[in-house]
């Protein structure tokens, strides 16, 4: 049995959230010490199995290129060492700053890298003149000092795409393992799901944080585009953001009230799925995408923009259609094509179904376990 600290600022709608919560479960069923610490208690997840191993400590550390840095961070070192962690594994890059100012080197230190971390990569003196470059390179060189203060860190890639940036931008002492994200396949996969047109609407859904980077207000350009085509066609859209009231605005421009449904946050996200025949998303960049197998899991097909670390999940053709580029008329064409062919869609959905099995939170709880006591062998 390990003892294990995982730390995340909150568990907001996201999907660096979702996962950790699926880790410390997997973690806790394999017989762990598991303790998930919180900077804010905030909670946008049912956690009802897991709050007693959840605990809120603030914390904060604020860096000054030009004046000192603050620390609020005593509470947080005081809990890391009343935990003993063996393994002290971070998400999100707040945390990254804030954890790594405490001083606890017995235990050996996991980033999860769910996205480019832009203070990651070594800036060119160039690129300097810039206040955000500026700030990342002192922030680059903040942590990597902590790094080698704690003798050395690991860092977990959710994906090949992110793999093949951190092998590119970190020193090579540096570890990166990759371990592809994971879902609770179970929770996700139905067999009864609605798969015929109700009153001849085909219903599509997505899922994420209406922010610039979901880039949600081309999904409304192509159900534009669709109705203009003769489909009758419902677009949900799960997840809240600061770019509501934007999308909304948008939605009564292109007169679209009766065909987009923003329906904010929910617990129930399966049951949205379920209820649906494709999955559409658009997001410009994504590390992953662990809501393409969510709805994978679901059965569904999914037509989804190239962000990167997703195109190693949508085999064109096979499970859906990866778009190159943000172009509303191909996402739309796409979803005509899968609509028009009932068999495709359903022999698409099969296979989405099945390769989303790979993917499931029991073997990768299992893998990361390993991974953990790998580290700690190494050591001996």
Known sequence: MLNILHIIPNLKKGGAERLVIDIVRALLSLG???????????????IDDIAPFVEVVPAKVTLSVWKRNTYEIDRLQNAIESFQPQIIHTHLFETEIVSR???????????????????????????????????QYFERKFLFKQYNLHGGNRFVAISEDIYAYLTHILPEKNKVILLKNAIDVKRFSSSSRNKEETCGIFKLISIGRLD??????????????????????????????????????????????QSVSLLGTVNDVEKHLWDSHG??????????????????????????????????????????????????????????????NPPLRSEMGRYAAQFAQQFS????GEKLLDIYKNAIACAE
């Open 32 to 46: 762990n010490n598991v303790k998930l610490i919180l900077f804010e208690d905030q909670v946008e997840y049912p």
């Open 101 to 135: 100012s405490c001083h606890y080197p017995q235990a050996k230190w996991f980033t999860h890298v769910h996205d480019r971390m832009p203070a990651l990569k070594n800036m060119r003196f160039t690129s300097l003149f810039s206040k955000r470059n500026l700030t």
């Open 212 to 257: 610039h980077n979901k880039n949600h207000g081309l999904l409304l350009e192509c159900v534009s585009i669709l109705i203009s085509q003769g489909l009758q066609v419902h677009l949900s859209i799960l997840g809240e953001g600061d770019q509501r009231m934007l999308l909304e605005n948008k939605i009564h421009s292109l007169n679209l009230q």
């Open 279 to 340: 999955y559409v998303h658009s997001a410009l960049s994504e590390g992953f995408g662990l809501t393409l197998i969510e709805a994978m899991a679901a059965g569904l097909p999914v037509v989804a923009l190239d962000g990167g670390g997703n195109r190693y999940l949508v085999e064109d053709g096979k499970n859906g259609y990866l778009i190159s580029q943000p172009d509303a008329k191909q996402f739309a064409e796409k979803i005509i094509h899968l609509w028009g």
């Open 361 to 364: 939170m029991e073997s990768y």
